[in-house]
C-alpha cells in the first residue's frame, strides 16, 4: 500500500477525522503537516505519469466489476497537482486566520478535510457511480464550510448552495440509473466503446441531464444565481477553496466526459456550451463593475472565468489548442482566485471594511498584499507573461485556426472587461486615505500566502512546457 | 549558460534584482536605495557597452525559453535592438538621477523606484525581444508598470490620467495581440530577421496580411500617439517630472515607434511592405499626426501639455521615416528615435525645474525665468531649438535625412510635411523662450521651493542631467561623422534591412 493513488484520499480522510477528534478549532498543525505529503504524493504520481503513462488501481486488490477502480492520467495528475498545491499555502493562512477563534473554525479542519479527500478520489474515480459519490462529498463538504459561520446571511447563502447541489447531483445520478440501465455498466473504460452517435434516447437523455447537473454545479450562467452569495459571503480561506477548486471539480467532469465517454453527444452541444460560456463572461464582468462589495467583486470574477472555460467546447479539436487552453486556464484561475480572495481577506481584516471605498489607501499601507491582489489581476485579465496569458493566447490561436472569429472577440472582450474590474480595486487603492481611517494590524504569513499563489500564477505562464506534457502523457 | 547568454540577461536583471530589492526596503533606507538604483544604472550601461562592442564585432547575442510547444521567449541583441536600449540605458541613468533629486523627501519612494526599475526592465526586454511573441510580453509589462507610476500622486487628477492611459494602451495591447496570434497561426514561431519574414508566405495571402498590418499598427500606434490614438498622452502629463520623461523619451511612446520599426523592418520586411501597398498610408497617418500635434501645442498654456503635444508630432517623425521607403528616409527615422529621445528628456527635465523649483506650470508664468535659472533655461533653449531643426543641433541631423528621404523616395509632400511641422515648432517654441530670456521677472515667484544660492539655481541633481542631455544634443549633431554617434549606428541598420546598396 505504497501508491500515492491511494494515499491521496485517505491521508485526508485521516486528519479530518482526527481533526473532529481534537475538537473544535483544533488540527491545523496537523492538517498543514499532511497537506505537504500530499503535495509530495501528487508531485510522485504526476512523476509516474509522465514516465508511465496513464494507469489504473484496484483498491484493497479487487478491481472492477467487483471492486473500485481508481485511474489516473495526465489531466487528473494535473488536477491533483493543483488542489494540493492551492490548499497547502491556503491552510497556512487559514491557521492565522482563524487564530482568534471565530465561530466558522469550530468544523473549518474536519470539512476541509473531507472536501479535500473528496475531491482527490474525484479526480481518481474511474466509474460513473463513484463519481457521483465523491461530487456528493465534494458538495456536501462545501455546503458545510459556506455554512459554519452561522450568520443569517451565510446560512441563507448555504441553503441556496444546498438545493444548488443537490438538484445538480440528482440530476447527475439520474443520468448514471438510466446509462446503467442502457448499457450495464458504470466504468468510463467500458463505456466509450458502446456509445456512439447512434445511441438510444435514454443515453441521449441521461447525456443531458448529467450536463445539465453538472453546469449547475459548476454556476455557468445562467445556473450561476447561488455562486455569488456562496462565495462572497463565506471566510475568505473557504471562499479561496470554493472558487479555486471545488467548481473546477465538476467543470473536470464535463471535459472528461466529454472527451473520454460522450464525445459523439457532446459535438452537438458545443456551440450553445460556448455561447453560455460568453454570456457568464459578459453578465459575471458587468455584475463585478457594478457591485460596492469587494468580495462580491471578486465572486462575480469567478463568474466571469468561469465562461473562458466553456468557450473551449466549440473549438475542441484534434490539434488539443482547445484542450490545453482550458487546462491552463483552470490552473491559472485556481491559483489567481485562491490568492485574490487570499489577499481580499487580509485587506479587509485591515480595514474593517467590506467595501471597495473602505481600500482607499492601502497601496500604501499593505503594498504586499496589493501587489499580490495585482499581481492575481493580471492572471484574471490574461496579461502577458502568466498562465492566463498562455490560455488566452491558446484560445485565440485555437479560434482563429478554426475561422471562427466570435470566440476571438470574445476572450478580447473579456481580458478588457477584466481589466476594468482588476483595475476598479487597485485604482481605490492608490487614493489617499483619509487621516482618521483605522487600520489593524494582519499577520505576515497570511499576506505571504497569497503573494505566493499569486505569483505561481504568474510565473505558471514561463512553465506551460511541463504542463502540457503532463497533460499529453497517458491520454 | 553560455555567457552571450548571461551577459542578456544580466541586462535585464540589472534593473529587475534592484527593482525588486527596492520594493520590498523601508521608505526610510534612502542611502541603501539610492546606492541600488544608481549601481542597476551603470551596470546596465557598462553591460550595453559590452554589447554594442560585440555587436559591432559581429558576434551573437541570444536566449531563448521555451513557454510552450512552438511558442518560444527570445531575447536577442541585434543593431536595432541596442540603437533603443543603449538610448533607454543612458537616459535612464540621468532620470534615476533626476528621479532621486525630484522625490527628495516625498512619500512612497520605494514603491516609485520599484516600478521604475521595472519600466526600465520592460522597455529593455521590448529593445532586445527576438519576436513578435516576446515584444508583447514586453510590451504589456510596461503598460503594468508605468500606471502605478502615472497615479503616483493619488490625486484624482492623477487618477483621471491613468484611467485614461489604461483604456489606450490595454486596447491597444488587445489588438495587438489578436494580430500578432493571427502571424503565429499563419507562419508558426518566428524569430524576427533583417529584411522580414512574412514575404514567404506569397500573394495569396496579400490582403490578410494587409488586415494584419492595421491590426499591429493600431496596437502599436496607441503608444507611439498616432493620431487618433494619441488622447492618453496629454492627459498622462499629470505624472511627476521623471515619469514624464520616462513616458516621452526613454520607454513609451518609445515602445510604440521602436514596434512600428520592427513590424516594418523586420517582420513584414520594407521591400514586402512597400509591394503590399502598406507604407504610403502609414506615411499619411505620420504626417497628419505631425502637423496636428505641433498645431494643438500652439494652444497650450500648461508647459508640460505643450511638451506632450509636442512629443505627438515628433514621434510621428520616427514613423514618418519609416514610412518613406528608402534607405535614407530609414537611417532619418532610426537616428530620430535617439535624437528625439535626448532632446525630450532635456525639456521635460527643464520643465521639473520650473515647477520644482519655482512652481512655475503655465508658460504665461515663465516670464524672466532665464534670469533666475539661465543654466536650465539654456538647456532647455539648446533642446527647443533642435526640435525646431536649428543647425548644429541633433534636430537638424534627423531633419536633413528625413527630407532627403522624403526625396528620394519621391513623397515631396512629405518634405512640406516636414517644414510646415518646423514653422509650427518655432511658433510654440520660440514665444516660450522669448518670455524666459526676454522678459522681467515678476517680483514673486508663484511657489519658489529651492531658493538660490550664488550661481546654484536649483538642486545639482535637478541641474546635471538635463545640461549632460543638452550637451549631448549638440554632440550628437557635431559628432554626427564619428563611428560611435547615432547616426552611425543607424546607417549600420538601414544598411542589414535593404538588400541593396547603401549611400
Known amino acids: 500500500m505504497t501508491d500515492p493513488i491511494a494515499w491521496l484520499i485517505l491521508l485526508p480522510l485521516f486528519w479530518a477525522t482526527a481533526a473532529f477528534l481534537l475538537g473544535p478549532g483544533r488540527g491545523a498543525r496537523l492538517a498543514i503537516a499532511a497537506l505537504l505529503a500530499q503535495c509530495g504524493l501528487a508531485l510522485q504520481l504526476a512523476a509516474d505519469v509522465i514516465d508511465g503513462g496513464a494507469r489504473t488501481h484496484a483498491v484493497g ?35 492565522a486566520y482563524f487564530a482568534d477563534g471565530a465561530p466558522a473554525v469550530r468544523y473549518f479542519w474536519t470539512l476541509t478535510g473531507f472536501l479535500l479527500a473528496g475531491l482527490n478520489a474525484l479526480f481518481l474515480a474511474a466509474d460513473l457511480f463513484n463519481l457521483y459519490v465523491t461530487l456528493e462529498l465534494v458538495g456536501l463538504a462545501a455546503v458545510g464550510l459556506v455554512a459554519a459561520g452561522g450568520s443569517a446571511r451565510q446560512v441563507a447563502a448555504a441553503l441556496r448552495y444546498l438545493f444548488a447541489a443537490l438538484v445538480g447531483s440528482v440530476m447527475y445520478l439520474l443520468g448514471v440509473a438510466l446509462i446503467y440501465g442502457a448499457h450495464g455498466t458504470v466504468s468510463l473504460q467500458t463505456l466509450a466503446p458502446l456509445v456512439d452517435a447512434r445511441a438510444p434516447a435514454a443515453v441521449w437523455i441521461a447525456c443531458g441531464l448529467m450536463l445539465a447537473g453538472l453546469m449547475l454545479k459548476t454556476a455557468i450562467f445562467p445556473f450561476h444565481y447561488w455562486l455569488p452569495p456562496a462565495h462572497g459571503g463565506a471566510p475568505a480561506p473557504v471562499s479561496a477553496l470554493l472558487s479555486a477548486l471545488v467548481v473546477k471539480a465538476s467543470f473536470y467532469l464535463i471535459l472528461r466526459l466529454s472527451l473520454e465517454v460522450f464525445a459523439p453527444l457532446a459535438a452537438t452541444a458545443a456551440t450553445a456550451l460556448g455561447l453560455l460560456g460568453a454570456a457568464a463572461i459578459a453578465w459575471g464582468s458587468w455584475q463585478a463593475l457594478r457591485t460596492v462589495h469587494i468580495k462580491m467583486l471578486v465572486a462575480w470574477s469567478t463568474v466571469a472565468q468561469l465562461g473562458y472555460l466553456f468557450l473551449v467546447f466549440p473549438l475542441l479539436a484534434p490539434d488539443g489548442l482547445a484542450l490545453q487552453a482550458g487546462v491552463m486556464q483552470a490552473i491559472a484561475h485556481g ?102 481611517s483605522p487600520f489593524h494590524p494582519v499577520p505576515r504569513s497570511m499576506e505571504w500566502t497569497a503573494f505566493v499563489l499569486a505569483t505561481a500564477s504568474m510565473l505558471l505562464g514561463l512553465q506551460g512546457v511541463e504542463l502540457m506534457s503532463l497533460l499529453a502523457a497517458g491520454s | 549558460m553560455a555567457l552571450n547568454e548571461a551577459l542578456i540577461l544580466a541586462i535585464l536583471a540589472s534593473s529587475l534584482v534592484p527593482g525588486l530589492i527596492i520594493f520590498v526596503l523601508a521608505e526610510s533606507r534612502i542611502r541603501l536605495r539610492t546606492t541600488l538604483n544608481l549601481f542597476g544604472a551603470v551596470a546596465k550601461l557598462i553591460l550595453v557597452g559590452v554589447l554594442l562592442a560585440g555587436v559591432s564585432a559581429g558576434e551573437i547575442y541570444g536566449f531563448r525559453h521555451t513557454v510552450l510547444p512552438g511558442l518560444d521567449l527570445v531575447v536577442k541583441a541585434d543593431a536595432l535592438a541596442l540603437l533603443f536600449a543603449t538610448l533607454s540605458a543612458v537616459l535612464w541613468l540621468f532620470t534615476t538621477l533626476y528621479a532621486i533629486g525630484y522625490l527628495e523627501g516625498s512619500p512612497h519612494r520605494s514603491r516609485f523606484f520599484g516600478f521604475f526599475s521595472l519600466c526600465v526592465t520592460a522597455t529593455m526586454g521590448i529593445a532586445m525581444a527576438g519576436n513578435l511573441f516576446t515584444f508583447f510580453v514586453f510590451y504589456e509589462l510596461l503598460t503594468l508598470a508605468t500606471y ?26 488587445a489588438l495587438l495581440l489578436t494580430g500578432i496570434v493571427w502571424l503565429h497561426g499563419l507562419t508558426g514561431s518566428v524569430d524576427f530577421a533583417h529584411g522580414g519574414y512574412l514575404s514567404a508566405l506569397g500573394p495569396d495571402y496579400g490582403g490578410q496580411l494587409q488586415f494584419v498590418f492595421l491590426l499591429l499598427i493600431a496596437g502599436v500606434g496607441v503608444k507611439a500617439a498616432l493620431v487618433p490614438l494619441h488622447g492618453w498622452l496629454p492627459q498622462a502629463m499629470v505624472a511627476p517630472a521623471p515619469v514624464s520623461a520616462l513616458l516621452h523619451a526613454v520607454a513609451v511612446v518609445k515602445a510604440g515607434a521602436f514596434g512600428v520599426e520592427r513590424i516594418v523592418y523586420e517582420v513584414y520586411g520594407v521591400e514586402f511592405a512597400q509591394s503590399l501597398d502598406l507604407l504610403t498610408p502609414l506615411a499619411a497617418v505620420a504626417a497628419v499626426t505631425i502637423v496636428w500635434g505641433s498645431f494643438r501645442a500652439l494652444f497650450q498654456n500648461d508647459l508640460k501639455k505643450r511638451l506632450a503635444y509636442s512629443t505627438v508630432s515628433q514621434v510621428s517623425y520616427i514613423v514618418l521615416g519609416t514610412a518613406l521607403f528608402g534607405p535614407v528616409g530609414t537611417v532619418g527615422g532610426l537616428v530620430h528615435l535617439v535624437h528625439q529621445g535626448i532632446m525630450k528628456i532635456t525639456l521635460f527635465f527643464c520643465a521639473g525645474n520650473y515647477a520644482e523649483t519655482l512652481g512655475v506650470h503655465k508658460v504665461s508664468e515663465l516670464d524672466g525665468a532665464g534670469r533666475r535659472m539661465p543654466l536650465t533655461t539654456l538647456a532647455f533653449s539648446i533642446a527647443a531649438l533642435g526640435m525646431m531643426g536649428a543647425p548644429l543641433t541633433a534636430g537638424a541631423v534627423s531633419k536633413a535625412w528625413l527630407l532627403d528621404g522624403a526625396a528620394e523616395a519621391g513623397m515631396h509632400w512629405a518634405g512640406w510635411v516636414l517644414w510646415t511641422s518646423s514653422v509650427l515648432n518655432a511658433a510654440y517654441f520660440l514665444p516660450i523662450l522669448w518670455r524666459a530670456w526676454a522678459r522681467p521677472a515678476p517680483a514673486v515667484w508663484p511657489e519658489e521651493r529651492v531658493p538660490a544660492r550664488g550661481r546654484i539655481e536649483t538642486l545639482w541633481l535637478l541641474l546635471l542631467p538635463p545640461l549632460a542631455t543638452a550637451i549631448m544634443t549638440i554632440a550628437a549633431a557635431v559628432f554626427a561623422d564619428s563611428a560611435w554617434s547615432p547616426l552611425a549606428w543607424a546607417r549600420l541598420i538601414a544598411a542589414r534591412e535593404y538588400s541593396g546598396a547603401m549611400p
Open chain 1, 61 to 95: 486488490g479487487w478491481g472492477a466489476p467487483l471492486g473500485i477502480d481508481l485511474a489516473v492520467g495526465g489531466l487528473s495528475a494535473l488536477m491533483l497537482v493543483l488542489t494540493q498545491a492551492i490548499a497547502l499555502p491556503l491552510a497556512v493562512y487559514a491557521r
Open chain 1, 335 to 436: 491559483l489567481a482566485k485562491a490568492a485574490m480572495f487570499a489577499a481580499v481577506g487580509v485587506l479587509m481584516l485591515a480595514t474593517g471594511r467590506d467595501t471597495l471605498e473602505g481600500l482607499a489607501g492601502v497601496a500604501g499601507r499593505m503594498p504586499l498584499t496589493l501587489f499580490a491582489f495585482g499581481l492575481a489581476g493580471v492572471t484574471l485579465m490574461g496579461l502577458p507573461p502568466s498562465g492566463g496569458f498562455l490560455a488566452k493566447w491558446l484560445l485565440i490561436e485555437a479560434a482563429l485556426t478554426h475561422g471562427q472569429w466570435g470566440w476571438v472577440a470574445v476572450v478580447i472582450a473579456g481580458g478588457l472587461l477584466a481589466a476594468a474590474y482588476v483595475f476598479r480595486v487597485l485604482r481605490q487603492a492608490f487614493l489617499l486615505a483619509p487621516a482618521d
Open chain 2, 148 to 173: 502605478p507610476l502615472v497615479v503616483h500622486r493619488g490625486t484624482p487628477q492623477a487618477m483621471r490620467g491613468g484611467t485614461v492611459y489604461l483604456a489606450y494602451t490595454l486596447g491597444g495591447g
